[in-house]
Structures are given as C-alpha cells and as structure tokens.
C-alpha cells in the first residue's frame, strides 16, 4: 500500500501541476515534445530486448520513498502532456532503473493508475468551459 499512495499522490501532484504550468502555456510544443517521447519508448523498447534475460527479483515495497514519490512525479509530468498513462514510465523506471520485478511493477503500475485518474475525475468536476477551474 505505501508505494502505491506515494506514487499516486507524487503522479497526481505532478499532473496537475503540468497542466496548469506547461500544457496550458504557450510555449509548449506537443510536436516536440511528441518526438522526445517516440525517443524515449525506443530506447526502452531497445533496452527491454537486450536485457530481456535478466531477472529482477526486488519489489516496489523495497525501494526509499525518494524513488517512488521520482517516478511518481515522471509518470504524472508525462501522463499530463502526453495524455498517454503513467505505465508508460513506471513500469520501465521500476524495472530498469530500480531492478524491480517486472509483475510487481505492472501491479503497482495498474493501481496507480485507478487511484490517480480518480483524482483528475474529481478535478474535472470542477472545470468548465475551457479547462478553466470554476473558482477561476
């Protein structure tokens, strides 16, 4: 449960502060930052088929709180300006930077992501318009 929350509550922060601060400026560029991201799934996509032999045998409840709330703020950050999940770093992050198994990942991945789009369901209910908040 502890990685869980501190991943969901770093993800949940991240994004809405990503879409307040970058998404809704003008000078983010979705091109670009669209190209950053084919980048960085294909040298995960690279890494996973070269390193596919090795196992990993540590789970997420093992790693500090500094390490899940990190990737929690780089899965948030991406699911914000991409509108892709958070799987798509947590899974990789846990496995390949934290050597975290690759189910336990997927697990704690999946949970995350009921938990964080709750939170942007509730903060939808207070936009209207635009993406404007009401106390706006």
């Known amino acids: 449960l502890r990685p869980v929350l501190l991943v969901a509550l770093a993800a949940s ?19 670009l930052f669209n190209l950053l991201l084919i980048l960085f ?15 990993h045998s540590k789970s997420p409840g093992d790693l500090s709180a ?8 780089l899965s948030g950050l991406v699911a914000a300006v991409s509108g ?14 934290y050597a975290c198994d690759i189910r336990k990942a997927a697990a704690l991945s999946l949970a ?12 939808n209910l207070f936009v209207v318009g635009n993406s404007q908040p009401v106390w706006a």
């Not at 502060?17 to 560029?29: D, G, K, M, P, R």
């Not at 500094?66 to 703020?73: E, F, K, M, V, W």
């Not at 995350?112 to 903060?123: D, E, H, R, Y």
């Open 66 to 73: 500094q390490a899940l709330i990190s990737t929690g703020l």
């Open 13 to 31: 922060v991240s994004t809405t502060c990503a879409q307040y601060f970058i998404v809704q400026t003008s000078w983010f560029s979705e091109r």
């Open 112 to 123: 995350v992501i009921t938990l964080s789009t709750g939170v942007a369901s509730i903060q």
């Open 41 to 55: 799934l294909a040298y995960t996509l690279l890494y996973t088929l070269l390193k596919a032999g090795n196992q």
């Open 84 to 97: 892709l999940g958070g799987g798509i770093v947590i899974i990789p992050m846990l496995n390949q930077v």
